[in-house]
């Protein structure tokens, strides 16, 4: 176990409703990164948040967005659901941003829209 | 642009073989990259990982080979276990913040 934790486990939503997902860093973590990942792929990079501002963002539109807490913990939004958003969604964390450091992933949040 | 891949998506083996996965990256610049191991239901799981400047490291039975030449790498698994059965991803930290995966390699070792 890696110390990171998501919530919920699973959901199920209909098109057009909104979603929050969240994720709890491993102690001592500052950063956290948000993945992707759809049925048979690996993982896509979302956006990652380190010490509460967004970090770097990948290729996702803006109803897509996020947020990082005082404790580090993080939130992932997603508006106006899309059948493709289903999908597992990954929370990583780190002890720092930037290249080299090793990421921690969470169990994930399989999220299925209908 | 960037991508890592894999070269196969499936991989049988008998239990007590030897397993290499094979990944190819495309960024002459990557200098950083990571195997992880996904288990069904479960978060990738950090392996092993090498800078570009090794060629080689070794862990309690994987090894990852670097060749920076033909941007290639390949993870090895001594003595295969059931235990090893997962999905295995090369990815790639060049962007410093995101980890760019490939679609990984299904490996399946039968006893």
């Known amino acids: 176990e890696t110390g990171v934790t998501q919530s919920p486990t699973h959901l199920i939503k209909t098109r057009g409703q909104q979603v929050t997902l969240r994720c709890s860093s491993q102690s001592g973590h500052n950063t956290v990164s948000w993945y992707q990942q759809a049925l048979g792929q690996g993982p896509q990079f979302i956006f990652q948040y380190y010490r509460e501002e967004e970090n770097g963002r990948g290729n996702f539109p803006p109803r897509f967005s996020g947020l990082q807490f005082p404790n580090y913990s993080s939130e992932l939004n997603v508006n106006a659901l899309e059948l493709d958003d289903s999908a597992l969604y990954l929370c990583?964390?780190?002890?720092?941003?930037?290249?080299?450091?090793?990421?921690?992933f969470g169990p994930g949040t399989r999220l299925t829209v209908l | 642009g960037e991508s890592v891949g894999l070269h196969l998506p499936t991989l049988s083996v008998q239990e007590g073989d030897n397993s290499i996965i094979n990944c190819a990256y495309s960024n002459s610049a990557s200098d950083y990259f990571i195997w992880y191991k996904q288990e069904s239901g479960k978060g990738p799981q950090f392996i092993i990982d090498?800078?570009?400047?090794?060629d080689k490291r070794q862990g309690q039975r994987v090894t990852v080979l670097l060749n920076k030449t033909v941007k290639h790498l390949s993870l090895q698994i001594a003595a295969t276990q059931p235990g090893d059965s997962a999905v295995y991803f090369c990815?790639?930290?060049?962007?410093?913040?995101?980890?760019?995966f490939g679609k990984g390699t299904t490996l399946s070792v039968s006893s």
């Open positions: 990815a790639d930290n060049q962007a410093g913040t995101a980890l760019i």
């Open positions: 090498i800078r570009s400047n090794m």
């Open positions: 990583a964390s780190s002890l720092m941003a930037g290249g080299g450091n090793e990421q921690f």
